[in-house]
């Protein structure tokens, strides 16, 4: 089928314009990787997601970054609070993508219009649109879709609650995903970590999965800080060195009584880009954690959402480029 050319002349910068019918590319690519009968579910949402994130989600995201997150470790009595200021504008960004489009919703469950979920495909596609307004917001949005991966496969039931937030369409009940794994001394080498975790009592140590650890130790880059749906590898006593000790919890800002959890948030990093997510340091003394799946098997676990995270890099990098020939054009 032949296509009138597209007039790039009618536009004075890469927005406020469609993401998604300006880029034949990725049409076709998205027309060859779906499932055909997804692909006619998916295509006319591709569209209006293009069109609300060319305009909406792009003037926010100019606004974000002139105004990126504040931490807040202490109130005004020296309590340690752990607040993570954003601008107003990240809470209607996150009403879109979370609510509106089921970002991290509709790869679990069916969104409306259809009785199955959709496959990753679709959520990745989502994210690549995303990524040429907003790469920075896409790294929550993906790491909340990756740990609700983790919890899908591993978790025996005792974190559902957890789960049904990550995938939520309510964005006033959803929460983000997090992973924290990089320490000083165990960056590329993730089984030198030390982070260590407790038993609370006999009931963990007796591999009850509602058992309650307690995480002690500092994670050096955290990116999306403030979550509420973190997965952290530590060490329990006794365990092996390196990865083969290594067992994988959730850990959230807060404890499961709504208080803050026992860490501090030490600072947010200065960085380049991604402006829109926070990324930190935390020390924990004696977190509350949950443990996710099998105790000493958390590496390969988490090596679920590490293979989620890299195609979604990849997938935002498209979005970037894309964006990036788009302002080529215009």
């Known amino acids: 089928m032949t296509r009138e050319p597209i007039d790039y002349g009618q536009f004075e910068a890469g927005r406020d314009c469609n993401y998604w019918t300006l880029d034949r590319t990725l049409q076709r690519v998205a ?5 055909a009968d997804e692909f006619e579910w998916a295509e006319p949402v591709l569209e209006d997601f293009g069109e ?13 970054d002139r105004h990126e997150p504040e931490l807040h470790t202490y109130d005004k009595h020296g309590d340690v609070v752990n607040e993570v200021e954003y601008h107003p504008k990240q809470a209607e960004n996150e009403r879109i993508a979370y609510e509106e489009f089921g970002l991290s919703h509709d790869a679990f469950h ?73 320490e000083k001394q165990g960056g590329s080498d993730v089984g030198a970590n030390e982070t260590i975790a407790e038993a609370a009592d006999d009931t963990a140590l007796e591999g009850d999965p509602e058992g ?16 509420e749906g ?12 390196g990865t ?67 195609l979604s890099n990849a997938t935002a990098a498209v979005g970037i480029m894309g964006r990036a020939l788009l302002e080529s054009k215009v």
Not at 31 to 35: G, L
């Open 31 to 35: 027309a060859r990787t779906y499932p």
């Open 52 to 64: 609300v994130v060319g305009h909406t989600v792009a003037d926010n995201a100019d606004r974000i």
């Open 110 to 182: 069916a969104p409306p219009g259809r009785e199955e979920p959709v496959g990753l495909t679709h959520t990745l596609m989502m994210q690549s649109l995303l990524s040429f307004a907003d790469p920075g917001f896409v790294c929550p949005v993906s790491m909340t879709t990756g740990a609700a991966i983790v919890l899908d496969e591993f978790d025996d039931g005792s974190l559902a609650e957890q789960f049904r937030a990550l995938t939520s369409r309510d964005v006033d009940e959803h929460i983000e995903g997090a992973m924290f794994l990089t």
């Open 212 to 227: 309650v650890y307690h995480l002690t130790g500092e994670k050096w880059f955290c990116s999306n800080i403030d979550a």
């Open 230 to 241: 973190a997965l952290a590898l530590a060490r329990r006593p006794g365990a092996p060195e």
């Open 244 to 310: 083969a000790g290594l067992s994988l919890f959730l850990v959230s800002r807060t404890r499961s009584d709504g208080e803050v959890n026992d860490a501090t948030f030490r600072r947010l990093k200065d960085k380049l880009g991604t402006l829109s997510v926070p990324t930190g340091e935390i020390e924990f003394h004696g977190a509350e954690a949950h443990l996710v799946g099998e105790p000493e098997n958390g590496f390969r676990q988490m090596t679920e959402m590490l293979n989620f995270e890299r």
